[in-house]
């Protein structure tokens, strides 16, 4: 089986109103999947993390006259040749948004190919069912043309109400002292089963994380995720050994050196790799794989469209047992219920969840999905 061509879809979807989180205010949310074909007919779908036009055409430059004629099922010969072939312009960022989404599309082809899931391919499902969060508990405003901000606590309780048993809160907008009341608003309306988990978006400083880590702790907060930029190595050493809260992080870190130094100097409790950036299914469960060795917990990043979700829950089903447990569940999964439909859209059928808890495709080949090519059309980024 040869690859024979990639077909690319920069796509990009709107909302109204828009919602905010610690860079500013978000109205629209781009994606690129990819659709890989081969000489035998079968096809792969694989998305890349980032800005769609330049991780096509990064796809296009560097990765396109190394993976045509490539065997999709040569999984870890190809990702090498392509992270050697990048290794002069760079390791993370769009070149390996661009290798992720191949990777990704070949491990769905491997799994049609065999009559499997994913998962099967990655060891098993460890499990088949996933715990999920919201994570779109974010900023919006009371009233369209206000500036008052909407109370995170009623978007709390709707999640709740539609079965999620943890939530995530953005944080990092407003100033320390309004934002640890939010976080507090959400705390209490909440029953004491639900888990709170709160996301700066690397907004702080060291300073203002560790003053923000004693309040969440003192709140309860199941975690802190990215309170500071991931380059800013001293920062995390500090706020490790000042706070008392655990913190996750790793969502914009690629390849296991990306994690290397995270994990080895243990500067988080949690690690979020996002399977469309750190370098597709090959490269994350190698790195969860490290994560392991650690002693440090997992769960994938999951704020992608259709196919870039599809590929997390798939991770997330065959990551062995937590380091400290037995059990067969683990962290919750980040399923957003998603303002932009960027999954719901994108599927002819949607992945199957019910009080927060979603059950893994294990009844499909590969990935498990079907795209809506409908869908898709609507929502090209069209050039020139």
Known sequence: MKITSIDKYPLDFRQDPAWGYSKGWVSNAPALLIEVHTDEGISGWGEGYGPPLPVAEMINALCEPVTIGADPFRTEDLWG?????????????????????????????????????VCSLLGGPVRTELDCYASTVRYLRKSPGSEELADPAELALKFVGDGYRALKIAVG???????????QRVCESVSEDVRVMVDANQAYTCRQAVEMAKS????????????????????????????????????????????????????????????????????????????????????????ASAVGTAAAIHLASALPHQPSSTASRLLPFEFAPDPFNRIADLLTDPFEIS??????????????????????????????
């Open 355 to 384: 009080d927060g808890v979603l059950r893994v495709p294990l009844d499909r080949p590969g990935l498990g999905i079907e795209i809506n090519r409908g869908a898709l059309s609507d929502r090209l980024i069209r050039q020139g």
């Open 216 to 303: 969440l702790a003192e709140l309860g907060v199941t975690w802190f995720e990215d309170p500071l930029p991931p380059d800013d190595l001293p920062g995390w050493r500090s706020l490790k050994s000042r706070a008392d809260i655990s913190l996750a992080g790793g969502e914009t870190l690629s390849s296991r050196t990306g994690f290397r130094d995270f994990l080895s100097l243990r500067l988080v409790d949690i690690i979020l790799p996002e399977t469309g950036l750190a370098g597709g299914l090959t490269e994350c469960k190698k790195i969860m794989d490290m994560a392991y060795a650690f002693g440090v917990e997992c769960t994938p990043h999951g704020y």
């Open 81 to 117: 040749r392509l992270v050697h072939d990048a290794r002069d312009f760079s390791k993370s960022g769009t070149a390996l948004a661009a290798i992720s989404a191949i990777d990704i599309a070949c491990w769905d082809i491997k799994g049609k190919v065999l009559g499997v899931p």
């Open 173 to 183: 907008m407003l100033d320390l002292t309004e934002d640890i009341d939010r976080v």
